[in-house]
């Protein structure tokens, strides 16, 4: 009974361990898209915690501020009548940068480009980068 006793408790143990592992991750602000980051992450169960701390933080993201290219309704229905309507949504870009706080280096980076009406574009971009973000944690465990 013991020889199993003590590898359910090494496994125990090892999986508490994997659970604090966690890196802790602060986003820096940017004009309200750090909401839209943190939430994504959440949505996308990106394998970290999220700090209001910087000091407490094993990484920083920064994003770049975001761009949003509207076109006027007059360009839009000129588009639509000489041209083709497709593509006269808004466009979005934005791009971050994950820095280690120990060292300052920077790991990761990543741009996305989105092509959504309105708002959702700052939804859509922070969950590109929060699926992005999560493969990369992946792979360097």
């Known amino acids: ?3 199993i006793a003590i590898p359910l408790v090494m496994f125990a143990a090892s999986l508490s361990f994997a659970q604090l592992s966690r890196p802790a991750v602060y986003i820096e602000p940017q004009q ?3 909401t839209y980051l943190a939430a994504a992450m959440s949505k996308k169960n990106v394998p970290a915690d999220v700090v209001t701390d910087q000091a407490k933080a094993t990484y920083i993201l920064k994003s770049a501020p975001v761009e949003v290219k509207t076109e006027s309704t007059g360009g839009k229905i000129a588009r639509c009548l000489f041209a083709s ?3 006269i949504e ?5 791009s971050v940068q994950l820095i280690e706080t120990s060292s300052t280096k920077m790991l990761w ?3 996305v480009n989105k092509q959504r009406g309105g708002s959702k574009n700052e939804q859509s971009m922070a969950e590109a ?3 992005h973000f ?5 792979k360097k465990q």
């Open 1 to 3: 009974m013991k020889k």
């Open 32 to 34: 309200g898209f750090e």
């Open 85 to 87: 309507c497709a593509g």
């Open 90 to 94: 808004d466009k979005g870009n934005v």
């Open 109 to 111: 980076a990543y741009s």
């Open 129 to 131: 980068v929060a699926k």
């Open 134 to 138: 999560k493969e990369f944690l992946e």
